[in-house]
């Protein structure tokens, strides 16, 4: 991730301003989208964004063409992942299409980039792909490049991993995606010691950037002890699907609650919907998505619906209500409606997610 898990975060700090106490929403029954909403969402996205050649496929940055930047278009890949899981193996060709294409586009060899983050990233995608394929080539690549990511990133002195080949700092946004991508390769590896290396980089992450007190996960400490105390969608998710995997059910909730509670604007209903982050294809565009996929995950294996879901319900509600009735396309401030023109693929995929991964509730009549 290029320009963000770093200090550059001066006018983006604006755009985190959550509310100092926890406020009660409406007592009302939380509006679902519709049942059908999920895949027309992830149909829009593909005839928007999606270019097929042969058995590979690729992911434009715009809808008019480009690329995306490396760990934008594989996360992209991992929401078509989510849709996947929600029904069942119903896009598992498309799966299989994406990841092919992006090894074509990146090569299976991943040492070339800089940034480890986006490497960890790339391994989930791949392990995740192995999961719903069984095409052990996908756990393979995932396997070598986590190895690799982690030999050059590993500091012992601090046990920890370095956000980048510079060795300049310590972020939230490569210890928990890779404790994340350890712990899915222990189980499908069957190797504990992938186990290990996760709960360390958990252990680490939770002593040194997570506010215990308020539940808020903290981006990064330099290696000269510079703090930076800005909190992420994306950074909570993480840490709460990593501490969910861990069995700390306890801290996942804080940080999850943390999340519900103090990120964001609250609509007139008064459930708190995801900041703001700005359009226009910046990395900030698609951190919601990550941060709904792992609070879902959470949710849903702990069975703490009654806590979270009306939550997670109003933000994909408000995402598809905010969606272009032309094309079906959602873009990520869900506070405003998408507007028309050219859109980047990767500010509609937190859009795509939170219908993949946010039950529907086909009980509750619309209004």
Known sequence: MKHLCSSRFGKLIALAITASTVFAPTNRAAFAFPADAPDIAVDAYFKAFVRSEGEDSFIKGKQDGGRTGFWQEIEQVEGIEDANDRTGGAYKAQVVALLNGFVKAHGSNWSNNDFNDDIAWAVIAYTRGYQATGDKKFLAIAQSNFDMMFARAWDPAKGALFWKTSNAGYNSCIECPAGIAAFLLSKELKDSSYETRARNLYNWNKANLFDAQTGAVLDSVSTTGKMNKWSSTYNQGTFVGLANFLGDTATAKLAADYTMNKMGERNVSGFMIMPQYGAGGGDLAGFHSIGLRWISRFMKEHKLE???????????????????????????????????????????ISSVVALQVVPADEKTPKP
């Open 306 to 348: 009654a806590t979270y879901l009306p939550w997670l319900q109003a933000n994909a509600d408000a995402a598809w209500n905010m969606r272009r009735t032309s094309d079906n396309l959602s873009w990520c401030r869900w506070l405003e409606p998408t507007p028309e023109g050219v859109l980047h693929s990767w500010d509609t």
